[in-house]
């Protein structure tokens, strides 16, 4: 099975997208769509080093009709089981400033155990590195500008969490699209495969009527 490995600390790999990678508000963000075979996983490796405070999952899976067949497990580098679950949606998040998690590769995996679907999993995740953004600016020779910088980056904080608010807001309404885009897409081809159905079992009752109304005639 496919495996992706999510290096957002120095390079996201194919079929991930990054945007603003500690730039002014210290947020890494990586979002991809991945298919689960039936009866086969997926896992994603994301290295977290000694600047990174939070870290935050999401994941979808973009069809209603899952139940236990999709499995979500989160393991720490020391393979050590933090998150397992089931069912068609779900996340998870770590805060590195308040509870002394271990720093490492954690490791997220997702695993398909219906034996005739394939599960296609909307997968967000967020790494913030919250004061990434001061320590290029800081002078230890000009105490006034260190003073002001901190001002600014306080300021800047302020204005990066607002943006991060947002930014979650503007990431669930367009999961919500891409779920509803691709739940009408599945409602289509089966409303279609049942009309298919219906009408050929309706003709074939038509066609076994006939047959025994003649023979009955015969008879």
């Known amino acids: 099975m496919l495996t992706v490995r999510l ?3 120095t390079v996201v790999l194919a079929r ?27 896992c994603f ?46 996340s998870f998040d770590l805060d590195f400033t308040e509870d002394p998690h271990q720093r490492g590769t954690y490791s997220i995996c997702f695993f398909n155990n219906h034996i005739i679907k394939d599960i296609i999993v909307y997968l967000e995740m967020e790494v913030w590195k919250e004061d990434a953004f001061t320590g290029d600016y800081e002078d230890d ?30 990431k669930k309404i ?15 081809s089966y409303v279609n495969n049942v009309g298919i159905l219906t009408c050929a079992m309706i003709i074939c009752a038509g066609l076994f009527q006939v047959y025994f109304i003649r023979n009955l005639f015969h008879t």
């Open 7 to 9: 290096l957002i600390m």
């Open 16 to 42: 991930a997208s990054a945007r603003d990678l500690f730039d002014l508000t210290g947020e890494v963000y990586s979002d991809l769509s991945v298919v689960v075979r039936r009866r086969g996983k997926e």
């Open 45 to 90: 490796y994301q290295p977290v080093d000694d600047d990174v405070e939070t870290m935050y999952i999401q994941y979808t899976a973009l069809r209603e009709d899952i139940l236990d067949e999709l499995q979500f497990i989160v393991k720490d580098p020391e393979g050590k089981v933090l998150k397992q679950t089931t069912g068609e949606s779900n």
């Open 141 to 170: 020779t000009e105490i006034d500008a260190e003073i002001a910088l901190e001002s600014v980056s306080d300021s800047l904080k302020t204005v990066a969490e607002n943006v991060k608010s947002m930014d979650l807001h503007t």
């Open 174 to 188: 367009s999961q919500r699209y891409r779920r509803d885009s691709f739940e009408l897409t599945y409602s289509n």
